[in-house]
């Protein structure tokens, strides 16, 4: 492939609800420019795009592949992302490098969950809607239109018409060059005659809407009643970028209809990066604005990571200045410089080799060292960072459990990799539990994670629900004594404290002070005190989880001159604490999140009575388009299950957020429930 400077170059990422024909698509755009020999087939698991084991099995793309396209003079970057929700993480990835958004809507199915998201994520970016597989059976134009306006906000105006519909359908009708263009090879031939009256209205709304694009456009319009076809181009792609237009293109890729207009509309109405701009932050912490362009200080930002056995690839994205092959840049997020090998353009999981990136270009470089996603690669002497993806926190997780000795010591490792490769998936080591925690966005994006770990990886695990996090802490003052003796046949062990615990605000953990005055324990043994008390926080005093919201206050004790020993007091300290909490009403605490469930109108009534048979509060409703949105307070302990429930109760239509809010106390009934399970669970390991 030739080297393509920055006002040669568009970015355009397809967005889409799950099965809308993304993939396909890129099929046939690679077998029609002849990059390809043949037509590559996702259920067959042929296609370039889809080369990951696990899509090759669901016969669905799970990470976003890339495919520049040549085509007149221009270099199309292609994004080809996963429409399951589950992996939004790829979606937001992608359009934070591109330019423009190609939103794909299935012409039987119309308007879809997934599209109706995607629509939220593209309202920034010049964007276009493909109604695609106009030639399954059942399509009917008038329907999908239907879809379009009661589901999707905007001014959607038509570049194109289709000649036909469903089985009959033949091709298209370009209403920027007034032609049409049939069959499989897309040739040029007049508009029929039959739709003449159509093609005119359908212009005229066109040529005003690419008028409003720009004030000149307005005044020779009204003037001349009509505007050129170039001019209309530059109207079209001004108001694009304003997001005041969005043009509406059909297409056929299985059959390869509207192939050409449709490569043809890209390269014309959606912008070079050469016209945008992007912004950074500085070496003293100001933002600053640069063009996109080999002038620029240089700016490569990582936006995804791909992991395998022998090593990491880092996708790239130049924003400012020539990335080199074989150069050594600094990377501004490790403060550190990096060496820059082999630059690759990727078509699928092939890698073609360049000596260059220009601004505003995609590729990949691998063994970048300690680069990962969000870092920025940039010169030394003028250093820019760029800001990181925004990503959705987690929404479900799952307890990991090695499977054998060796994959113990693999566990950590594995994880850390499959979070950087995805960073929607997150991991920790739950201390309230002891369980290693892997949180995500839905049941199949865990699924696939763990399939990762053994495939890539060679680390099995299994999975369970994980345990709640509980927390434990006192709601009133309570004070103990505790005396120490151990006589071990020489020194013995003694040590004598007075200890008071009183409760805290809930945002603060643990806190030690010393009343001690005239030395009745020494420095050192009150030190020993706090980490025998530190220690007790541990393990809790209702059913094993820790403590937390406590101030713990020594206020006496007495220490022997012969076998007091800091052990001695660390004991006592430990012992202590627990008597004194004991008789301070312990409580337990639970996670509270804040969720935000987004359903349609009609099963909003649904929603509300099953949030609360969930204990939710619900904090307010508001309305959007046909949708409504509620957000509630709900323990974690009832939203295990929740992404799966949610689907079952709107027929996949319901989507949800949830994030940490704070810990609220366990009603009552339930948290006897909890102790007499933590009691029963102890008696068992001991056995």
């Known amino acids: 492939m030739k080297e393509y400077p920055t006002d040669h170059i568009r970015n355009i990422a397809l967005v889409s609800h799950n099965g809308a024909g993304k993939t396909m698509l890129v099929e046939r755009l690679l077998f029609h420019t002849k990059v390809t020999t043949r037509m590559g087939s996702v259920l067959n698991g042929t296609a370039a795009m889809d080369f990951e084991e696990e899509e090759m099995e669901r016969n669905s793309s799970i990470s976003t592949a890339l495919a520049p396209i040549e085509w007149h003079g221009n270099k199309l970057n292609i994004f080809d992302t996963p429409g399951y929700a589950d992996f939004v993480g790829e ?123 720009d004030d000149a456009l307005i005044e020779k319009y009204f003037d001349e009643g009509d505007l050129t076809p170039e001019e209309i181009r530059k109207g079209l792609k001004m108001a694009m970028r304003q997001g005041t237009v969005v043009p509406i293109l059909y297409a056929a890729p299985q059959a390869g209809l509207g192939i050409v207009p449709l490569l043809e509309a890209w390269a ?197 629900l994980p345990t709640i996090p509980f927390r434990e802490t006192i709601t009133q003052t309570g004070d103990a004594e505790y005396t120490h003796k ?57 059913a094993g989880f820790p403590l937390t919201g406590i101030k713990a206050i020594v206020y006496d004790g007495k220490e022997h001159p012969v076998d007091s020993k800091e052990i001695a007091f660390q004991i006592a300290g430990r012992e202590v604490f627990r008597l004194a909490a004991n008789r301070a009403r312990p409580v337990l605490l639970e996670p509270i999140y804040e969720v935000t469930v987004t359903v349609p109108n009609d099963n909003m009534g649904d929603i509300m009575g099953d949030l609360n048979t969930r204990r939710a509060r619900v904090l307010g409703m508001a309305q959007e388009g046909m949708k409504a949105i509620i957000k509630a307070e709900v323990p974690l302990a009832e939203m295990q299950t929740y992404s799966a429930d949610l689907r079952s109760l709107t027929q996949g239509r319901g989507v949800f957020a949830m994030k940490f809010l704070r810990y609220g106390r366990v009603p009552g009934h339930l948290q006897e429930q909890i102790v007499a399970n933590a009691k029963i669970k102890r008696e068992q390991e001991q056995d």
């Open 268 to 464: 014309a109405l959606f912008p070079a990066p050469s016209e945008c701009t992007f912004t950074a932050t500085d070496g003293d912490g100001n933002e600053v604005e640069n063009p996109v362009s080999d002038l620029s200080p240089l700016s490569a930002f990582i936006f995804k990571t791909r992991e395998d056995p022998y090593g990491k690839m880092s996708y790239l994205r130049v924003f400012g200045g020539v990335l080199e092959s074989d150069s050594r840049v600094w990377d501004v997020d490790l403060n550190s410089e990096v060496r820059v090998g082999t630059l690759h353009l990727l078509r699928g999981k092939e890698q073609i080799a360049v000596s260059r990136l220009h601004s505003g270009d995609i590729g990949s470089v691998v063994k970048l060292g300690d680069a990962s996603t969000n870092h920025t690669l940039c010169d030394k002497a003028k250093t820019l960072a760029i800001a990181p993806i925004a990503q959705p926190d987690p929404i479900v997780s799952v307890a990991v459990h090695p499977v054998s000795q060796s994959d113990v010591a693999k566990l950590n490792a594995t994880l850390t990799r499959l979070a950087a490769e995805d960073p929607t998936l997150r991991w920790h080591n739950e201390r309230a539990t002891r369980e290693t925690i892997l949180s995500g966005m839905g049941d199949t994006h865990l699924n696939i994670a763990v399939k990762k770990a053994h495939s890539k990886f060679g680390t099995n695990v299994t999975t369970t």
């Open 91 to 213: 979606v937001n990835a992608a359009l934070k490098v591109t330019d423009a958004a190609v939103v794909l809507v299935e012409a039987v199915a119309g308007v879809e969950v997934g599209t109706e998201l995607v629509w939220q994520y593209t309202a920034d970016m010049p964007r276009v809607l493909l109604i695609n597989k106009m030639d399954r059976e059942n399509v009917r134009v008038s329907r999908v239109h239907e879809s379009l306006h009661n589901n999707l906000h905007g001014n959607l105006v038509p570049l194109q018409l289709p000649i036909g519909e469903g089985a009959s359908f033949e091709g298209i009708v370009d209403l920027l060059s007034m032609k049409a263009y049939v069959g499989e090879a897309n040739t040029e031939t007049d508009i029929p005659a039959g739709m003449a009256d159509e093609v005119e209205e359908a212009r005229m709304a066109l040529v005003e809407a690419a008028a409003e694009g």
């Open 486 to 542: 151990k006589q071990t046949g020489g020194a013995g062990q003694y040590a004598r404290v007075f200890l008071r615990v009183e409760s805290l605000d809930d945002d603060a953990e643990f806190e030690f002070t010393s009343e001690i005055f005239g030395g009745s324990i020494s420095a050192p043994f009150v030190s020993a005190v706090e980490k025998g008390c530190r220690q007790a926080l541990e393990g809790g005093v209702l």
